[in-house]
Nanobody, 120 residues
Framework: QVQLVESGGGLVQPGGSLRLSCAASRSIAIISNIYDIGWYRRAPGKEREAVVVMTSGGSTSYADSVKGRFTISRDNTKNTVYLQMSSLKPEDTAVYYC???????????WGQGTQVIVSS
């Protein structure tokens, strides 16, 4: 069973930090280099947007709005991807989703999302 589970969301003050985690089931082996892994978000009243995508080919692309503030990383031993968010702004408030795309089949897998609220 393919599954992605996000955690780490919550309420944080502007300027604060959070680290989101995305735990992938063993069927999505991030070390296998056949998955593009990314974080997406949907802010209130807005469409879903890509925050950062780390491709199986080794490239990482951040949205302009988060460059210099967000960092994607992974722990291969735990089959987990992280999103370290710093200098958070109110406009970062959104539901954040983990995504994995099998580059061979083009199948996309999504987590249920974790809520991030940036407010004083």
């Amino acid at each position: 069973q393919v599954q992605l589970v996000e955690s780490g969301g919550g309420l944080v003050q502007p300027g604060g930090s959070l680290r989101l985690s995305c735990a992938a089931s063993r069927s999505i082996a991030i070390i296998s280099n056949i998955y593009d892994i990314g974080w997406y978000r949907r802010a209130p009243g807005k469409e879903r947007e890509a925050v950062v995508v780390m491709t199986s080919g080794g490239s990482t692309s951040y949205a302009d709005s988060v460059k210099g503030r967000f960092t994607i990383s992974r722990d291969n031993t735990k089959n987990t991807v992280y999103l370290q968010m710093s200098s958070l702004k109110p406009e970062d408030t959104a539901v954040y989703y983990c995504n994995a795309k099998n580059v061979i089949t083009t199948m996309n897998y999504w987590g249920q999302g974790t809520q991030v609220i940036v407010s004083s």
